[in-house]
């Protein structure tokens, strides 16, 4: 073979290559509007989807895209989060409080053309009583159930062991047993291979591509109405930079942000024309928890919890060398809340906050008494000797994930540091092992919590506890008291909601004196949309709210596009010309360089 | 192929110590002069001076509270002003004195990993190269199985297998880059044992640890020293990466650690240069510094080459 | 970016030339090669018994991590660790592995509950776009430049190459991709953000619009793959050719009063390019496991991400699964370099 034609293919290779490069540059597809004229609303998210089957599907992503596909029982109210109906009109509750019978709303249908009737519901909650790979994801909503049935199309009823609060916030995606009777083994069908995906809900799933998109069609004949957008995408972007530079770009029309943006790139595109960033009241709270002592229902302990964390002077001086504020002011930059109680302040029935004499404030000097009223004195070199006579360095689990752990964890080195107290940070990109196993002092903890708050304050029962060391319990933290449990008892029985919230909020004044579980901060919701390509879109709650993750699907159902889409346009087209104009001159430069080298090679050596 | 300068005069190594040692001087002095012509070299060797000197100054110029948090003088990410030159990082503390105190870690740890690196290589080299049979078979079995390791992917592993620390990073980097050092070590062994001198040392009853540690040993030396600058180079890089993949410890302040913070604070989709620039241009320049010495040094020992020049 | 440093010892420099001589039988090379295939299997098998013993060390029981934070019953976690065969103890697992291994089943991925086998079959092509791409752009750009660079050895241009070079290999390449996207994703001052910041497809395409959005996706990720890569090539393949270059038949080729462009062309280049093959062939089987940074970088749809992914879990089969795949491109390159090289240079293969 000639090495001229081997060495001539070759340079011909790279130019064809280099032309493909500055051809795709050039032709940057446009967003928000697909060519077909059809509105897009694409959104950024940083987590991939674990399952599209509703009976195993457990991250955010995977269940609001449940909430999109499939009609649940009952829906919250975008304003108070109060049950509105939805595929239930009504239902009530049997005296003994032990029976529930469902409405079930009557003419609407799946995308494939059947019938929605109680049936479908009845069936969705026994498949997850009777089969254990349909349990895996919200089997814990029906462990209290003791039978499903549907006596007519319209009806279905619940009975139950024993009383529950929670009855209208079931979070089950109804799917249509005429589809899912076919599924063979529940805890492998993810539900990724048939499009579209026979749903109910406000869009129907046409296609899914993992760690790249999941696309979603508007369902013109949703019962309360079509959405204004015929598509919605939510787009995978591994890194939230990414992401967020694709919203300034138009690639994108909005950013979840995971949690949320950090304060850098709120403040960078609050600038910025045609963005605008939704910075609201968070459902989460932010909090130090302690190990109380892990141990089980039968009494035995495990664990390796450090054993001055037992006393609760202790508990309450580490807290009281936390300083809120700074943590408020220079780890989340003001995009969050002073953590008080429990429940965070947007849920408005249920936020408590602690009397004057009851707070736990800032104060160093007050905390440094605690702990030499509790007997851990300061040594020569300063630090505090546990009772062992050893000096206290306290483990604090940290999720390696999470910035705000990180950084807070640096802050709670010297803020302890201070009053002669180590800290070893655990940063760790999993940290369940440890948690459960009870092998931490501290660890940094966070629940996103539900308009019905029964969940959150589950995890901290007794009945939470694993049965034995071996189990795994639904328990946060390992904690168990018993007024807190006599509490827990009596919300979950009541019916009346007044009555009901202020049990509530004696637990939480509970858990607060307990010093347990400190609340630091409710972050803020941060995310960032594009007014270019969407109009309006509700918040949750209404007034001021999340975007993403919200607990109905009221956001993506009712965001209106924006009239105009050529801002978008005009950047694109302005980016093919320059592409190509760059693209053309890099070309010319890179022959006029070979053609130079060669002829000054001939030249020369010749 | 190297280097049988200082051993020449063969038998003549058995005499006094003084002699070698006077040997070993003017061999030094040689490669000195040698490596004066190499004006990359120089300019590699003049930078990690610098670099050197940055580190090991840093606790006079910024100080060792830099790195405190609640003391941090400025607001979160200020970009650079005439207070702090560079701005300031998430925690509103000077980034100056950040990627000046960041220096001693990323250094400490390229120096620790390299050297763990190159120990265990030339361990492996040095003993398969001098004991034959199924312990070298053996040996380089291992050493050709760690290399087709893909390493990045195995120090994350380790990284992740492990607690997370600075020993963890340096582990997991040394144990996964050695095995081109010992292939290099184990073919200069064979060479230097295939030399009528070591053959006379064994006769004189010198054992197998004479034999290294006095006729191997110094004649790899050179070659081990390349390896080791060249080593340093992509130790620093690898410490970054681990750093920025976050499987470091998330406390201790290096180059790598405040990439990984510039971006967990989305420096970079918020224009916040300042605090994404000037660590990476650190990372590649001791990087660049420390392979463009090795390279020198390699060529030095190696003429034909002809790199660097 | 364990990789080794850019330096021309580390691959072996090519013996003193000789006249080449064919002597060699087709038997000899056989065995050379059933050498080579054997001690390949050899690594796989030992690659095989390290995946599954190393990230068995990983703290943490998967069944319960997957489950964290759910209340969910001793009977579940059970039924999970059964499913999962973690029931068994730990030699039985690993004769259970390692037979399924065998017939090319890797087991079902704890958080997709999915064959791993297709998790990898997913992402791989995506990572063979990638990596295919930048591989075949950057050696021949590394070739193209290091023997231009080799030619005129000394001068402005080989030093001015050498220098880029090294530099560009000297940077991060996370870093060089976060800068890249700042400047050409966001756009900075009058650039326009020309590329995508992400991603591999705006999804929706088709045909050759969707070729084309791939293409436009791809520009980013391999210009900062080609340009931390192509200095190693180039480095080997410059004083590949310096080494050719004292030879006496080129001498000798010249004082026949061949053309120089000629000679190097028809006479060094070739000869030179020997030693290159061995790297290339070891940095294709590097580049697609070392692509896990570009892919975090630009949230590329490939094995990279997905290894992280399973890492965190841990995702024990998946984590398995693709160690295993990554040892093996590195394995089957490095032997297919092993049987290629005697092929081109009948000086090798004892």
Same mark, same amino acid.
């Given at each position: ?5 081997q060495?001539?293919?070759?340079r ?5 290559a280099?032309?493909?490069?500055t ?10 509007v ?23 599907a457990?991250?955010l992503?995977?269940?609001s ?12 109210d ?9 595929l ?11 029976t529930?019978?469902?409405?079930i @709303? ?5 995308s494939?053309g059947?019938?929605?009737?109680a049936?479908?519901?009845?069936w ?7 089969d254990?790979?349909a ?9 209290n ?10 009806e ?6 024993k ?9 089950v995606?109804?799917v249509?047993k005429h589809?899912w009777?076919?599924v063979?083994d529940?805890?492998e069908?993810?539900?990724?291979k ?11 799933l ?8 999941v696309?979603?069609e508007?369902?013109?004949?949703f ?10 995408v ?5 890194d ?17 942000g ?5 304060p850098?790139?709120a ?8 963005i ?9 709270f ?7 002592g892990a141990?089980?229902?039968n009494g035995?302990?495990?664990g390796d ?8 002077r ?9 300083? @809120?504020?700074?943590?408020?002011d220079?780890v ?17 029935t ?25 007997g851990?004195r300061?040594?020569g ?7 062992d006579?050893?000096p ?6 940290c ?5 705000n752990?990180k ?5 709670l080195q010297?803020?302890?540091g201070?009053?002669g ?9 999993n940290v369940?092992d440890?948690w459960?196993a009870?092998?931490?002092d501290?660890a940094?903890?966070g ?14 029962t007794?009945?939470?506890l ?11 933290n ?5 007024r807190?449990?006599?509490?827990y ?6 019916? !009346?909601?007044?009555?009901r919230a ?13 010093g347990?579980?400190n ?7 941060v ?11 509700t ?13 109905g699907?009221?956001?993506w ?7 105009? !889409? ?12 320059i ?13 006029a360089?070979?053609a130079?080298?060669?002829r ?7 | 192929m ?13 005499g006094?110590?003084?002699?070698a040692r ?5 061999s ?9 012509t ?11 001076a610098l670099?050197?000197?940055?580190a ?13 948090v609640?003391g ?5 990410? /200020? ?6 030159w ?21 250094l +400490? ?15 492996v ?5 001098h004991?034959?049979?199924? $312990? ?10 760690f290399?087709?390791m ?5 120090a ?15 582990l ?8 081109t ?5 184990r ?8 030399r009528? $001198?070591? /053959? ?12 290294m540690?006095?006729h191997?040993l ?12 060249l ?5 620093v890089?690898? /410490? ?6 976050g ?6 302040l ?6 990984q913070?510039?971006? /967990?604070?989305?420096?970079?989709s918020?224009?916040n240069?300042? $605090?994404?620039?000037p ?6 320049v001791?990087?660049l ?6 390279r020198?040094?390699?060529?030095? +020992?190696?003429?034909? +080459?002809?790199?660097?020049r | 970016?364990?990789?080794?440093a ?7 420099a ?7 001589q ?11 090669g ?32 997957m ?6 019953s ?15 103890p ?10 399924k291994?065998l ?39 590394g ?6 660079s ?11 190459n ?5 530099t560009?290999?000297?940077?991060p390449?996370f870093?060089?991709?976060? #800068?890249?996207i700042?400047v050409?994703?966001?756009?900075m ?19 050759f ?7 436009h996706? #791809? ?14 090539t ?20 010249r ?17 030179a390019?020997?030693p290159?093959?061995?790297?290339v ?5 590097r580049?697609v496991a ?8 630009f949230s590329?749809?490939g ?5 992280y992914q399973?890492?965190?879990v841990?995702?024990?089969p ?33």
């Amino acid at each position: 073979m000639s090495t001229r034609e081997q060495h001539s293919r070759a340079r011909r290779l790279l130019a064809a290559a280099a032309a493909a490069l500055t051809v795709s540059a050039g032709l940057a597809p446009h967003q928000a509007v697909a060519a077909d004229g059809d509105k897009v609303l694409t959104v950024a998210v940083a987590q991939s989807v674990d399952s599209l089957s509703p009976f195993l599907a457990q991250r955010l992503l995977s269940t609001s895209i449940h909430r999109l596909m499939y009609e649940y029982l009952t829906n919250y109210d975008p304003g108070d989060a109060h049950a509105v109906p939805a595929l239930a009109t009504e239902w009530k509750s049997s005296p003994d409080k032990l029976t529930w019978t469902y409405t079930i @709303r009557s003419g609407t249908k799946w995308s494939d053309g059947q019938r929605v009737t109680a049936e479908d519901a009845a069936w969705t909650f026994q498949k997850m009583m009777t089969d254990e790979g349909a349990a895996t994801a919200n089997g814990s909503f029906v462990g209290n159930f003791r039978e499903v049935t549907a006596p007519s199309p319209t009806e279905l009823v619940i009975r139950l062991k024993k009383p529950q609060a929670t009855m209208t916030a079931l979070d089950v995606p109804i799917v249509p047993k005429h589809v899912w009777e076919k599924v063979g083994d529940f805890s492998e069908f993810n539900n990724d291979k048939d499009f579209p995906v026979v749903g109910n809900g406000p869009f129907i799933l046409t296609d899914y591509k993992p760690d790249s998109y999941v696309r979603l069609e508007a369902n013109k004949d949703f019962w309360r109405g079509a959405p204004k957008f015929d598509e919605l995408v939510f787009r995978y972007y591994k890194d939230q930079d990414a992401a967020v530079a694709a919203l300034r770009k138009g690639e994108v029309s909005f950013v979840a942000g995971s949690p949320s943006l950090t304060p850098a790139q709120a403040d960078s595109l609050k600038g910025e024309k045609n963005i605008h960033v939704n910075d609201a009241p968070g459902r989460r709270f932010y909090a130090l928890a302690t190990n109380p002592g892990a141990r089980a229902r039968n009494g035995e302990k495990f664990g390796d919890g450090h054993p001055s964390l037992l006393d609760e002077r202790v508990r309450h001086a580490l807290f009281r060398a936390v300083d @809120r504020e700074t943590i408020i002011d220079r780890v989340f930059q003001g995009h969050a809340v002073r953590g008080e109680g429990y429940i965070p302040p947007r849920f408005s029935t249920y936020f408590w906050k602690p009397a004057a004499g009851q707070e736990l404030s800032y104060d160093p000097a007050e905390a440094g008494r605690l702990l030499d009223q509790a007997g851990y004195r300061k040594n020569g070199d300063g630090k505090r000797l546990g009772k062992d006579g050893k000096p206290i360095t306290y483990r604090v689990l940290c999720h390696a994930t999470d910035p705000n752990d990180k950084a807070i964890g640096q802050y709670l080195q010297e803020w302890w540091g201070e009053l002669g107290i180590g800290v070893r940070l655990d940063c760790l990109d999993n940290v369940t092992d440890p948690w459960l196993a009870g092998t931490y002092d501290l660890a940094f903890d966070g629940w996103s919590v539900n308009p019905d708050p029964d969940f959150v304050l589950s995890i901290h029962t007794c009945a939470a506890l694993p049965a034995t060391p071996k189990d795994t319990g639904a328990t946060d933290n390992f904690i168990c008291d018993k007024r807190y449990d006599e509490l827990y008892a009596r919300q979950l029985a009541e019916y !009346d909601p007044a009555k009901r919230a202020d049990l509530v909020k004696q637990m939480q004044s509970r858990l607060y004196d307990t010093g347990y579980m400190n609340v630091m901060a409710y972050p803020n919701a941060v995310e960032a949309y594009r007014t270019d390509h969407i109009a309006s879109i509700t918040t949750m709650p209404e007034k001021a709210g999340n975007i993403y993750g919200q607990d109905g699907y009221w956001s993506w159902w009712s965001a209106t596009p924006a009239d105009s !889409d050529d801002s978008a346009g005009d950047s694109g087209s302005a980016g093919v010309v320059i592409g190509l104009a760059a693209g053309g001159a890099v070309l010319v430069a890179a022959g006029a360089f070979f053609a130079l080298r060669r002829r000054a090679t001939a030249e020369d050596r010749e | 192929m190297t280097t049988g300068t200082t051993t020449k005069t063969g038998a003549g190594a058995a005499g006094p110590r003084a002699l070698a040692r006077q040997r070993r001087r003017q061999s030094a002095v040689r490669f000195w002069k040698r490596y004066r012509t190499h004006r990359a070299g120089l300019v590699g060797l003049v930078g990690l001076a610098l670099f050197a000197l940055v580190a090991l100054t840093a606790p006079l110029t910024v100080g060792t509270d830099v790195s405190s948090v609640t003391g941090a003088p400025g607001r979160p990410m /200020e970009s650079p002003s005439a207070e702090f030159w560079l701005g300031t990082d998430r925690f509103g503390r000077d980034l100056l004195g950040l990627l000046v105190w960041g220096s001693r870690v990323s250094l +400490l740890v390229g120096l620790l990993a390299a050297a763990l690196s190159v120990a265990i290589g030339t361990t492996v080299g040095v003993t398969a190269g001098h004991f034959k049979g199924a $312990y070298a078979t053996v040996l380089m079995r291992i050493t050709d199985w760690f290399l087709v390791m893909p390493t990045l992917v195995l120090a994350i592993a380790l990284a992740t297998v492990l607690p997370r620390s600075l020993g963890t990073v340096v582990l997991a980097i040394g144990v996964t880059s050695w095995p081109t050092t010992a292939r290099l070590v184990r073919a200069q062994t064979l060479a230097v044992e295939s030399r009528p $001198y070591i /053959e006379r040392a064994k006769a004189l009853g010198g054992g197998h640890w004479h034999v290294m540690s006095r006729h191997v040993l110094p004649n790899v030396m050179p070659l081990v020293l390349a390896q080791t600058t060249l080593m340093i180079s992509s130790s620093v890089l690898a /410490e970054a990466t681990l750093a920025f993949l976050g499987v470091s410890d998330p406390t201790v302040l290096s180059w790598g650690g405040l990439l990984q913070d510039a971006r /967990e604070a989305g420096a970079v989709s918020s224009g916040n240069w300042w $605090y994404l620039v000037p660590p990476g241009i650190a990372i590649a320049v001791v990087a660049l510094a420390f392979t463009l010495c090795g390279r020198a040094v390699e060529s030095v +020992l190696n003429p034909r +080459l002809g790199v660097g020049r | 970016m364990t990789a080794d440093a850019p330096s021309a010892s580390n691959v072996k420099a090519a013996a003193p030339v000789v006249p080449a001589q064919r002597a060699r039988t087709a038997t000899r090379y056989l065995r050379y090669g059933a050498g080579k295939v054997a001690g390949a299997a050899v690594s796989l098998l030992a690659v095989l018994v390290t995946g599954f013993f190393l990230f068995r060390l990983i703290p943490g029981d998967p069944v319960k991590t997957m489950t964290g934070g759910r209340p969910i019953s001793a009977e579940q976690l059970a039924a999970y660790r059964e499913e999962f065969g973690l029931d068994l103890p730990l030699w039985q697992q690993f004769t259970d592995y390692c037979g399924k291994a065998l017939t090319g089943d890797l087991g079902t991925s704890y958080q997709f509950r999915a064959p791993v086998v297709d998790k990898i079959s997913e992402a791989l092509p995506n990572t063979l776009l990638l990596t295919g791409t930048a591989f075949v752009l950057y050696t021949l750009l590394g070739i193209v430049l290091g023997t231009r660079s080799a030619w005129r050895h000394g001068g402005l241009g080989d030093r001015l190459n050498t220098g880029l070079a090294l530099t560009l290999y000297s940077i991060p390449s996370f870093w060089l991709g976060l #800068l890249l996207i700042i400047v050409f994703s966001v756009g900075m001052g009058p650039i326009p953000g020309l590329f995508p910041t992400g991603g591999m497809e705006s999804g929706g395409e088709e045909g050759f619009a969707y070729v084309l959005d791939v293409a436009h996706h #791809l520009v980013l990720p391999v210009v900062t793959l080609v340009a931390v890569e192509y200095g190693q090539t180039l480095l080997v393949a410059r004083s590949a050719l310096l080494d050719e270059m004292g030879s006496d038949y080129l001498t000798t080729a010249r004082a026949k009063g061949l053309r120089d462009d000629l000679v190097r062309r028809r006479h060094a280049v070739p000869n030179a390019l020997l030693p290159t093959v061995t790297l290339v062939f070891v940095n294709l089987g590097r580049t697609v496991a070392g692509v896990i940074l570009v892919e975090t970088v630009f949230s590329w749809p490939g094995l990279g991400g997905l290894f992280y992914q399973a890492l965190s879990v841990p995702d024990l089969p998946l984590v398995q699964g693709l160690f295993l795949f990554f040892a093996a491109a590195v394995i089957v390159m490095n032997t297919l370099a092993d049987l290629v090289y005697p092929l081109l240079d009948p000086r090798v293969g004892r």
